[in-house]
């Protein structure tokens, strides 16, 4: 097996409580052949999505983006639009700042596995900590960023975004001999 150092990593909606100083909203935890990380986010991180593979590698000419999370600390999450919308809605509402009212937010809890497929437009909110596991990839298309200074990305998003609403996958942990 492969030593794994852990890699903190400054980000502008980090929180402090993964023990590495205030602002570090990621420490990587490994790379390959899985991006496998924990997330302290202290403020909602932007809403986003991941175009999946066949996108990707068309325009981007890399691989897509699947994650997972499972929930270490309870609190809110975007999960896809509450309501089916359209690409010209998710646009003017990206651009007017109302995207929330759109948006389904849902409470998770500990130990609760959300599966991220590419196109589900997603966010975690403040304090919610995850354990993340995601393909190695960095594409994100930001639909929104909550006033922050970043680009936004609203065509690529727009091809790639699941329009209705999506539910969460019932995916409880099964336990495995010597540990869970």
């Not at 400054?10 to 205030?22: D, H, Y």
């Not at 990621?26 to 899985?34: I, R």
Request: proline share 12%; aromatic share 8%.
């Amino acid at each position: 097996m492969r030593p794994c150092p852990p890699k903190p990593v400054a980000r502008i909606w980090g929180g402090s409580a993964l023990g590495f100083g205030p602002g570090i909203g990621e420490v990587w935890l490994c790379e390959h052949p899985l991006l496998v990380k924990l997330l302290d986010p202290r403020d909602w991180l932007s809403v986003q999505v991941h175009p999946p593979h066949a996108y990707a590698l068309r325009v981007e000419g890399r691989p897509g983006k699947y994650e997972a999370w499972y929930v270490l600390s309870p609190g809110e999450i975007v999960h896809g639009f509450s309501r089916p919308v359209t690409r010209e809605e998710v646009e003017a509402r990206a651009r007017a700042g109302t995207l929330d009212e759109v948006l389904n937010r849902v409470r998770v809890e500990r130990g609760q596995v959300v599966y991220l497929p590419a196109g589900l437009v997603h966010a975690l909110g403040p304090g919610v900590r995850v354990y993340e596991v995601q393909t190695p990839s960095d594409l994100t298309y930001r639909l929104y960023d909550y006033g922050r200074p970043r680009e936004l990305h609203l065509e690529k998003a727009l091809e790639v975004a699941l329009l209705e609403p999506t539910p969460i996958l019932q995916a409880p942990p099964e336990p495995v001999e010597g540990g869970e």
